[in-house]
Structure formats: C-alpha cells, structure tokens
C-alpha cells in the first residue's frame, strides 16, 4: 500500500495516471532483456566489439554436453595439419554403442583427412569423430583431454573443465563443464578460424566413396542455420544434466552476435526459440 500510496503522488506530480506509471517499469525494463527466455544460463556478445550485451548466471557452472566439440575443433585446427590423412580406428564402434552417443556413422578402417573429421565432428556431432580425432592428435585420448584443459586455461576460461572430448556424460554428468561466460569466449576463439567457420556454416557436407573410405553424408543439427538469416555457426548439445543447449553465431550489416543458451528445455525447438529471440533482441540493441 506505502508503494502504491506513493506510486499515485509521484503519478499526480508528473500528470501521469497510476496505470500510465506502472505499466510504463516492464516496459521499460524489457528494453534491456531479451524477453521470453527459459534457458537456465544464457550470454549474449556483440563479437564486433566485445560487448557483453546480455546474461543470465553468467559465471554459473553447468554441464556443456556436444558444445565441448568446439574446444575438440579448435585444438585440432590450432595443431595444423588438416590434409592429414587418419584411419578410423576399431574402438569407435564399441565407444558408441556404449554411450548410445550421437555419431557420424564411421567405418572403422576407413582413412580420412583431419578436415574430414572436423566435418563429422561439427555436422552430425559425431563422437566417433571426436574419438578419432583425439586419439590421432594427442597422441593418445589422455593427452588430447589434456590440450583440451590447457587451452581453456590459454583463453582465460577458468570456470571450464573437461573430462572428455566429446561432451558425453561421463565419469559422471558433471564433471565436464563450462559457464555462459567461457563459452562465448570459446565461441569467438573458435570463430577467429576460417577453416572452423567454413565448416559450422553448412546446413550439410557429403563425401562420396572412393578408396580410402566409404560415402558420407552429414546433416547438421544446428537448425538455426535453417531458420535464422545470418546464423553461421556454431554447436548444438544434449544430455539428460545439459537438457538442450546452443551455443550460436549470426552476423548482419558487419555485426557479429556470439551467444549461448544453457538447459532450455528437454526438447531441442525450445532452445533454438531461445537462441532466436536472444539473437532478435540483440541485433536491435547491438
């Protein structure tokens, strides 16, 4: 009652009617949130200038699940050599199956070059990539895990761990993890790379058979590239702790957003809403 008491004397005093007045605070406050959001952490940067321009639990911990490929991609690409020709090793039919984990379909035999890889790694999210991949570049998975970690470090990401290459949800759900805030920085480091952006770009790549490897052909799950004009980039994620997650790119007029959306939902069109109206409210305020 004291608020709406002087509410009505601040109304009167302005010439303003207390309905006029009250309405006028969410509208206002609106201006400065991206509206209708339900991502649990969320950041949003105006990559053009470094300016963090939005965030919900900035600097809060939680589970990245197949956003980690990204840091994967970028330590491949920061290593060189993408010509390089990899054979798909064995152990990616049983490390699959026994995360029922998302893949690229690999053959195991089949020789491949890096740049190759990074297309099944970025597209389909393949974990059969990522494994490949680590297992050639580390050499060896414990000392590709290892690059991983001290590339985070590099780039200042101190709120980031990860246990594996590929975002899966072991030893436990937790134990690879990131922030909003590392994210986006993780995101524009990655986007520096042209080799990394021509990839996140493609609604699909296909590969036919020759051989060294049999026919491929990837689709990737990032739908924004499908429904949002500008979107180039960057890595959808999912598990049970991460629900559905997005980490994403868009560029209009010489602007380019960076922004994540952190456990939407358990259904992956929550997230890209998500992703869209971040990015909508963004290019307004940008």
Do not use: C
């Not at 006029?20 to 201006?31: H, R």
């Not at 414990?142 to 991983?148: L, N």
């Not at 957003?257 to 409210?281: C, P, R």
Request: proline share 4%.
């Amino acid at each position: 009652m004291r608020l709406l008491t002087r509410l009505s004397a601040l109304a009167v005093t302005l010439g303003l009617t207390l309905a006029a007045l009250t309405a006028a605070a969410p509208a206002e406050a609106a201006a400065h949130y991206p509206d209708g959001v339900v991502a649990k952490g969320a950041a949003l940067e105006d990559a053009s200038t470094g300016t963090m321009l939005w965030s919900r639990q900035l600097d809060t911990e939680r589970p990245m699940a197949s956003i980690t490929k990204v840091m994967t991609a970028l330590v491949v690409i920061q290593a060189g050599g993408l010509s390089r020709r990899i054979t798909v090793p064995a152990a990616v039919v049983g490390y699959v199956k026994k995360y029922d984990a998302s893949n690229a379909g690999l053959h195991p035999g089949d020789v491949l070059s890096a740049r190759e890889l990074l297309e099944g790694l970025l597209l389909p999210s393949g974990a059969d990539a990522a494994y490949t991949l680590a297992k050639a570049y580390g050499p060896g998975l414990t000392a590709f895990i290892a690059k991983m970690n001290t590339e985070a470090a590099a780039l200042g990401m101190d709120h980031t761990h990860f246990a594996n290459f590929d975002g899966l949800p072991y030893p436990t759900e937790y134990t690879t993890y990131s922030t909003p805030a590392d994210l986006i920085t993780l995101g524009v480091a990655a986007m520096k790379y042209a080799a990394f952006r021509s990839i996140v770009d493609q609604q699909s790549y296909g590969l036919a058979a020759n051989p060294r490897h049999h026919a491929y052909l990837w689709h990737n799950t990032n739908m924004l590239l499908k429904s949002y004009p500008g979107a180039d980039g960057i890595k959808t994620g999912n598990t049970l702790a991460a629900g559905y997650s997005v980490l994403f790119a868009a560029q209009r007029n010489g602007v380019l957003l960076i922004g994540v959306v952190l456990h939407s939902s358990d259904t992956g069109a929550v997230a890209f809403s998500d992703a869209t109206k971040v990015l909508n409210w963004g290019f307004q305020h940008a």
